[in-house]
């Protein structure tokens, strides 16, 4: 039987473990915009900047998954309606639910929500 994790893996989204080094995300979630560049592919280190306050200065992170409340985690992966969960040497961060996601090359980018 599925896990609900696994229902949310099989709609459109984004497995940041498969992206490779250099690749660019832009998410857009109720409250602010995120770009995100990929910094390391197995451990999901990315660095993120956005236009929320706190995370105004590109900083290095690691993409830990999204969530959708209360209790739901799905590991690496980004989905419309779920929040962003990323951790930083000074704590972890959620984001608002995505609303849009899009994934950039050096020379094509392609819109997934």
């Not at 995100?36 to 993120?48: A, C, D, F, N, P």
């Not at 996601?101 to 980018?109: L, N, Q």
Request: charged share 20%; aromatic share 8%; net charge neutral.
């Amino acid at each position: 039987m599925k896990t609900l994790a696994d229902k949310l893996r099989q709609e459109p989204g984004i497995d940041v473990k498969r992206l490779k080094v250099g690749m660019r995300l832009l998410v857009e979630t109720e409250q602010a915009i995120y770009e995100m560049r990929v910094l390391h592919q197995g451990l999901s280190l990315v660095e993120i900047s956005s236009s929320d306050p706190v995370l105004r200065q590109p900083t290095v992170g690691q993409f830990i998954g999204s969530q959708l409340p209360p209790a739901c985690a799905v590991p690496n992966w980004i989905g419309k309606g779920l929040s962003m969960h990323l951790r930083f040497r000074n704590g972890d961060y959620f984001s608002a639910p995505v609303l849009s996601a899009e994934v950039k090359g050096d020379t094509w980018h392609y819109d997934l929500f």
